[in-house]
């Protein structure tokens, strides 16, 4: 077991007690141990250095936390007190029982090692032949796909120094990347830390970025392939108004003070503090002012004057009025960086363009205070202007000499957009010789490359790295289907023909005209054949075993996305200007709905989302069909959206409307047609809302409700316990679109516990602090019609983040322990007992049972982002949790392993019942990683919905990036593999025919034959 010397420069040498176990007795410890490190995956194998070893045998490996970490097969000292193999618990198991059969009596011990040493061999290499699970790479995307995304550019700059030209950005989430100029495709891809921004990047030699909060990090990058060349970090005074600066080798740090500016200097690639220095600006101790860096020169504008200095010499600053340059005095002066060496002033209708001299800024052009202005790099002396004009589909792209403030013909440009875009903004430029690019930037979070002059070579969608809600709509069916659902429809109204016998005389007329005109279209080669490049809306009809769906996702850039779920490609887009998500405490929220579904032909399918206005702050509600992407209505509400619920049942035109709650709490019909059904339905509504930052809940009531208005009307309020920090984390209800199939869970005895099942059962997370606990961590399930607390539990020294699962009659929740420094997940399982108080519809109104609670924690060896239940269409599949980690995998969890039914002991019974034993800590298994070796960065919710297969749950994960994937929890138990041998199949079959046939000949002739006997 000793290593080679190539082996040992990869080897850390520790020093730690290592323990073996020996039937059943704990021997002492070893000298030291080596852990040898293998393909970055960390697999030790322990080489023990002590020779006292006692007997021979199966030892299991322990650390001094008495982990186990391996298995070794053990020879006494007939053998030298060797390590014979070293493996696994199955490899371990299986050498330790040849050890003992090929050992015989003691006395025969040199016998003994001889014939264990060569059957110990031979198995140590028979275990690098055992079987095992894998994905072939022919399956990769098959059933998956994933789209990687970066955001919202806030810098970005090209690189045409090094050997391949790339567009460098730094993003809005905190991510650096590096973009193909050709395609757009992200070439190399840097997620930073979380919760923080890049603050100011640099391109020269390498790549240099700023991020951070408090503490501050500077690194540079390979700009070839994105990997850390160098980092360092500092913790400076942080401000709004602070400005960063790259220059000769140094990183400069500008914050404005009271009355002073001061200038921090670094040695950019050792961190090394030059020293910094105030320099007196009387102007920012009140006032309107702005401050902006030119290269290494800072310059300032008040109302009334410029005012800058040099960086590196660190001189007072100098002073010029605004008049000298016939500009008047502005309230509320902007200042923008331009370039390397110039800079714009923006005032009221206008902004003028400077060019920074060794004697001040130098007036060279203007332009409208809306336009966006740019300069290239490496003394190409041009400037980019763009134009946005919101009343048609084009941008005006012209440009200007720096050293003539003329604009240059030869560069300007019109760009033809095909339909509606937001304002953009240039963020990088570039010109070589004589061809010019740049980068687009729009408010809608695309990213655009133009060729200047010419046109946009292609378009990134970054809105979708900011997705909030997403709804999985099933697919309309064909045209025929459409036609035969008509024909033996229950609506006679819906063809406009008359009821009784000529009504039914005159669907099936229409119907078969359908059929013939499919027939006649499709042997005539009319219909053409979807594409294999992507899905066209012919395609997008439903398949049979409901797969193919069409996802929605809603952005907080302010756009609406239509997905085909198969390969991921974009069908259609919405551009909802003014639209602003909504706030759950510092979580935005946009409801999204599915107001009618695309299985009642011929009615259209309708989907609505409600935000606010970004201006007035009042709701807004936009109407869309969900296949074609077409807006129906865009509606301003008047009022501040409080809670938002949705009609239990539908109209006659299988309509679901909406119930909304104002913060005056007046009560409004969306759309405004569903008033009446609304008010039909009035008696057995109910609503809860919340006020988070009261800790405050409460339950309306609509019985009060008259023909012709709906009314609210409070029947209980919770009050959360306050503290000092409180803070409600998760407010989670059930998935109303659930099915429980099974309403109990068989025991041992053939009894059964029932199960409690409350919709309207509500699970509320709250975090206080407290002197002697620091953070405690408070549950409570609440009933969300009558609000009582059904159960509750407290975890001291606990606090967020929080994830919460509430689904069937279970809740699984992720908190962090303080005092362990650790991820623990709690599990509650709730039943009435054996014997159920109604077996007819559950009604929280005459419902008072207590539930039995079983309750149980576990230990997760990972922090936890988000997780979801799996959902499929009748409820019999098992349970599974999709759980994303922050290391990019996503992993499916059986709900098995949280049961909180769980025993420490495992008896008879629980075996029986398929109960496994309880173990603290939760495993992680490679093979429940569903995304192998796909990361996903940020992720921030994931979105379940069931397929037309009972056995095959459809799922969505969402964040930075876009990952979709099938799983079938219990297996595809319903669908055939995908090599299954159908020639094998058809053969045995065929064969099967041919035989009884020819059995069946055989046998009337031998009967025959004895007949005439």
């Known amino acids: 077991m000793e290593s080679t010397p190539g082996q040992r420069q990869h080897q850390q040498s520790v020093q ?10 704990l021997y002492g410890s070893t000298a030291g141990a080596e852990i040898a490190t293998r393909n970055q995956h960390h697999n030790i194998i322990p080489a023990l250095k002590s020779s006292s070893i006692v007997g021979s045998g199966k030892s299991e490996l322990r650390d001094e936390s008495h ?28 050498a330790g029982m040849a050890l003992t059969v090929a050992s015989g ?32 790479e022919d399956q990769i995307g098959k059933f998956d796909w994933r789209q990687r995304y970066i955001g919202k550019i806030r810098f970005a700059a090209f690189d045409a120094v090094s050997g391949t030209r790339k567009i460098l950005v730094a993003t809005e989430q905190n991510v650096l990347a590096a973009l193909h100029p050709k395609s757009g495709n992200i070439l190399w891809q840097q997620v930073l830390e979380k919760d923080e921004s890049v603050q100011h990047m640099h391109v020269g030699k390498e790549l240099v970025s700023v991020s951070g909060g408090p503490r501050v990090h500077v690194r540079a990058w390979d700009k070839t392939n994105g990997l850390l060349a160098w980092e360092w970090s500092l913790s400076q005074q942080q401000s709004a108004r602070a400005r960063w600066a790259v220059d000769k080798g140094r990183l400069y740090h500008v914050v404005p003070l009271d009355g002073q500016l001061e200038v921090s200097a670094f040695s950019l690639e050792s961190g090394f503090d030059l020293g910094s220095r105030r320099l007196a600006a009387p102007w920012t101790a009140g006032g309107a002012y702005d401050c902006v860096l030119v290269g290494a020169t800072v310059v300032c504008v008040t109302q009334h004057s410029f005012y800058w200095t040099s960086l590196a010499d660190g001189g007072a600053f100098a002073e010029v009025p605004l008049a000298s340059f016939d500009l008047t005095p502005a309230a509320v002066p902007v200042l923008s960086g331009v370039g390397e060496l110039a800079f714009s002033l923006r005032l009221p209708g206008k902004q003028t363009v400077f060019l920074m001299g060794d004697k001040g800024p130098r007036a060279i052009h203007e332009a409208s205070a809306t336009a966006s202005l740019l300069a290239t790099p490496f003394d190409s002396n041009i400037m980019f202007k763009l134009e946005n004009k919101p009343d048609s589909s084009a941008l005006q792209v012209s440009a200007v000499s720096l050293n003539t403030g003329v604009e240059v013909d030869e560069y300007s440009s019109t760009l033809i957009l095909g339909s509606k875009f937001s304002p953009c903004t240039l963020t990088a430029a570039i010109c070589i010789k004589d ?35 997403t709804e999985i709509i099933d697919l309309p069916v064909s045209d025929l289907d459409a036609a035969i659902e008509s024909e033996f429809g229950s609506k006679q109204e819906d063809l406009g023909v008359a009821t009784g016998i000529v009504g039914m005389v005159m669907r099936r007329l229409t119907s078969q005209v359908m059929q013939i005109k499919v027939l006649a279209q499709t042997v005539l080669g009319l219909v053409q054949p979807a594409s294999s490049s992507g899905p066209s809306r012919a395609s997008l009809i439903r398949d049979t075993f409901g797969l193919h769906k069409m996802i929605v996702a809603v952005t907080s850039a302010g756009k609406a996305f239509g997905i085909d779920n198969l390969r991921g490609e974009l069908i259609w887009q919405i551009q909802l200007p003014r639209f602003a998500p909504l706030h759950v405490g510092k979580s935005p929220v946009v409801p999204l709905y599915v107001l009618r579904t695309t299985s009642h032909v011929p009615f259209t399918p309708l989907c609505a989302i409600l935000g606010k206005d970004r201006l007035t702050g009042e709701g807004l509600a936009v109407a869309f069909e969900p296949i074609k992407g077409l807006v129906l209505s865009s509606d301003a509400l008047g009022y501040k959206v409080q809670q938002v619920m949705q009609l239990p049942h539908p109209d006659d035109e299988f309509l679901r409307g909406l119930v909304v709650l104002d913060d005056q709490l007046k009560v409004h019909a969306y759309p405004p047609e569903s008033k009446a059904n609304a008010i039909k339905q009035a008696a057995s509504l109910y609503m809860f809302t919340t006020w988070p930052a009261k800790g405050t809940f409460a339950g309306f009531s609509f019985a009060h409700s008259t023909k012709q208005d709906l009314v609210a009307t409070k029947v209980w309020e919770l009050q959360l316990p306050d503290g000092p920090d409180r803070e409600v984390v998760a407010v989670v209800g059930k998935n109303p679109t659930e099915r429980v199939n099974s309403q109990g869970r068989v025991l041992a005895d053939r009894s059964v516990m029932y199960k409690y099942i409350n919709p309207n059962l509500i699970a509320i997370i709250s975090q206080v602090s407290d002197s002697s606990h620091k953070y405690i961590l408070n549950m409570y399930l609440v009933d969300g019609v009558s609000g009582a607390v059904v159960h509750s539990a407290t975890h001291k020294r606990a606090r967020a983040p929080v994830n919460v699962v509430h689904s069937e009659n279970w809740l699984v929740y992720s908190y962090f322990n303080e005092k362990m420094r650790r991820t623990e997940l709690a599990s509650f399982e709730l039943y009435e007992g054996k014997s159920r108080s109604n077996t007819t519809a559950f009604s929280s109104k005459s419902n008072s049972v207590r539930p039995l609670v079983e309750q149980q924690a576990y230990i997760f060896p990972s922090t936890v982002d ?88 459809l799922v969505l994960v969402y964040g930075l990036d876009l990952f979709y994937i099938r799983v079938a929890p219990s297996k595809a138990f319903d669908l055939l593999k995908d090599d299954f041998d159908h020639f094998l199949i058809a053969a045995v079959l065929l064969g099967l025919v041919i035989a009884s046939y020819v059995t069946k000949k055989l046998a009337a002739r031998k009967a025959r034959n004895q007949a005439w006997k």
């Not at 730690?16 to 007795?25: D, I, K, P, W």
């Not at 709900?895 to 309880?918: A, L, N, S």
């Not at 173990?919 to 796909?934: K, R, W």
């Open 16 to 25: 730690t007690r290592l323990f073996y176990r020996e039937n059943s007795q």
């Open 67 to 94: 982990r186990s970490i391996g298995f070794a097969v053990l020879c006494g000292p007939a053998c030298g007190s060797r390590i014979v193999v070293v493996g696994g618990p199955l490899i371990g198991l299986i």
């Open 105 to 136: 009596p003691v006395s025969k011990s040199s016998d003994m090692c001889s014939k264990g040493y060569y059957i110990l061999w031979t198995l140590f290499f028979l275990q690098f032949f055992t079987c095992v699970s894998c994905l072939f």
């Open 435 to 469: 061809e010019c690019a740049a980068v687009l930037s729009g408010d809608d979070h695309t990213i655009s490359f133009v060729n200047i002059p010419g046109q946009i070579t292609w378009t990134r969608e970054e809105a979708l790295a900011s997705i909030i809600s």
């Open 866 to 953: 988000t997780m979801k239940e799996t959902i499929t269409e009748k409820g019999i599949t098992s349970k599974h949790l999709i759980m994303a980690l922050p290391n990019g995998n996503i992993l499916e969890l059986p709900w098995m392993f949280v049961d909180p039914r769980r025993p420490t002991v495992q008896t008879g019974e629980m075996r029986d019942e398929g109960v496994i034993p309880y173990t603290p800590e939760l495993p992680i298994p490679p093979d429940a990683i569903i995304n192998y070796n796909q990361t996903v960065n940020r992720v921030r919710g994931i979105h379940t919905a069931p397929s037309g297969l009972e056995s095959t749950c």
